[in-house]
């Protein structure tokens, strides 16, 4: 009995080892193919303004309805972001302001770098983990009130 649970243990390991090194390294394809979808969708995406520092309200074309997004949180007014969901209005303020979620489809170099130490227990330098070729994202169909910044991790 004990030598079929030390087998299964093993096993489990090796596959989540191969399984969150494959994913630190961005291998997998249906994140980025998930947040082409999500961008698509955010063209309808009119306006995008600033309210305070950490608020946003962001208006999309069809309704003319504002949706108010909570940068500190990742939070939505709109029906599928409010449970915490990534949805287009956060996609638009990730996209004008640089800001990217938690719960964003994306992962930075530093969420990559985490998974890896999981994986492996030690650490990678987070230079290992740094895109060639940034994502170019074209925003013509949102009004720009002000100039994009940096990506910056929200807590």
Do not use: W
């Amino acid at each position: 009995m004990c030598a079929l649970a030390d087998f299964v243990l093993k096993t489990f390991e090796i596959y989540y080892r191969k399984r969150l090194l494959h994913f630190a390294n961005s291998r997998s394809r249906k994140m980025t193919l998930d947040y082409q979808k999500f961008f698509k969708r955010s063209k309808n995406i009119t306006e995008v303004i600033q309210v305070d520092k950490k608020t946003f309200k962001v208006q999309t074309e069809q309704t003319l309805e504002y949706y108010v997004v909570d940068s500190e949180i990742g939070f939505c007014t709109y029906s599928s972001g409010s449970g915490g969901r990534f949805c287009k209005h956060l996609l638009a303020v990730e996209n004008k302001y640089g800001i990217i979620f938690k719960s964003s489809l994306l992962l930075t170099e530093k969420d990559r770098q985490q998974l890896a130490y999981l994986a492996l227990g030690k650490g990678i330098p987070l230079s290992f983990f740094e895109n060639i070729n940034p994502p170019v994202h074209d925003g013509s169909s949102i009004e720009h009130t002000s100039d994009q910044t940096t990506p910056q991790q929200v807590e």
